[in-house]
């Protein structure tokens, strides 16, 4: 089983008091975008008005009252749901590279998943508080622990959670956009080859913690990345084709899982890691063409997390 590094989260974000600004201003952009999709699939599912003999009072039904007491409106909320989403943000080394430019302002690759999981949160918790639950980690494991691991055996994984709506453990939505690759686990590796994506070797981890952690009868996974993975099967295989297999089989054959693919196109190695459970971009030239499958996904798992 993969070895957990507990860390203190504090330690995985940017030394500054506040996030760039134009950061600010792309996670609100997504946020529109995510809580105006969300409020109209919420209104379209609510049933249409009711009365009864107690709830809120009508002003339009209180001529009736002398022959009729079924005059208060019977609220709506929004029932509770039974699905927990976990959001895997890359952390890894590659993670820092250039994604693209918003407003001028250069982004990182681990700055647009932030602002995503940012947005994504924020949208949830104004438009449904905490009846989905929303699970946030950063994940990553040392380079050199991966080539001295025997595939998914005993390789050491980070997984840092850093936003959560239960248990009181909301944190900063701000915050989170400070999300960095500054990993304890490479820097305790004395440098000497930075951290890499673990993707299929996290999941042992996850789950182990899902299995403590979480009373949802459903999990859906929503993976953040680069595409630089080391549990890919092209060139830089350190975990190999039939553990990845392994490791996807056991996890999440019964389970919802998506990854998106920031700053790469998908292309056949991709397809044989994930599966047809994969967003990337159209072209190589067009750095933003997952925005709009992203949104259609995160917005389908919503629908179905509010679904009766």
Request: net charge neutral; charged share 25%; proline share 3%.
């Amino acid at each position: 089983m993969s070895e957990v590094f507990t860390v203190q989260p504090d330690v995985c974000f940017r030394d500054r008091s506040e996030p760039h600004s134009a950061l600010v201003a792309y996670r609100e952009y997504l946020y529109r975008r995510f809580s105006q999709q969300m409020s109209l699939l919420l209104e379209s599912k609510r049933p249409r008005k009711s009365y009864s003999t107690k709830g809120r009072l009508s002003t339009r039904k209180l001529y009736q009252y002398p022959f009729n007491e079924t005059i208060f409106q019977q609220s709506y909320r929004i029932p509770s749901s039974d699905t927990t989403i976990v959001m895997l943000l890359d952390a890894s080394s590659s993670m820092g590279s250039h994604a693209f430019d918003w407003n001028g302002y250069d982004l990182d690759s681990i700055e647009v998943a932030n602002a995503v999981a940012s947005a994504f949160a924020k949208s949830v918790r104004n438009c449904v508080g905490d009846e989905i639950k929303l699970e946030v980690f950063l994940k990553t494991c040392s380079n050199s622990y991966v080539r001295g691991a025997l595939g998914i055996h005993g390789a050491p994984v980070e997984l840092v959670r850093i936003y959560s709506n239960t248990k009181k453990r909301d944190c900063d939505l701000d915050k989170m956009l400070l999300a960095t690759t500054n990993s304890p686990l490479v820097r305790e590796d004395d440098g000497r080859s930075g951290s890499c994506t673990p993707e299929y070797a996290v999941l042992p981890a996850l789950f182990e913690w899902v299995k403590d952690n979480v009373q949802t009868k459903r999990i859906c996974i929503f993976n953040i990345t680069d595409g630089e993975t080391y549990a890919n099967v092209g060139t830089n295989n350190y975990f190999g084709n039939n553990e990845t297999k392994i490791l996807r089989e056991k996890y999440l054959r019964f389970v919802d899982n998506i990854t998106l693919y920031i700053g790469k196109r998908v292309d056949k190695y991709d397809k044989e890691v994930y599966g047809d459970n994969v967003i990337g971009n159209s072209t190589k030239s067009d750095n933003q063409s997952w925005v709009l499958p992203m949104f259609n996904t995160l917005i389908k798992l919503f629908n179905q997390a509010t679904d009766e």
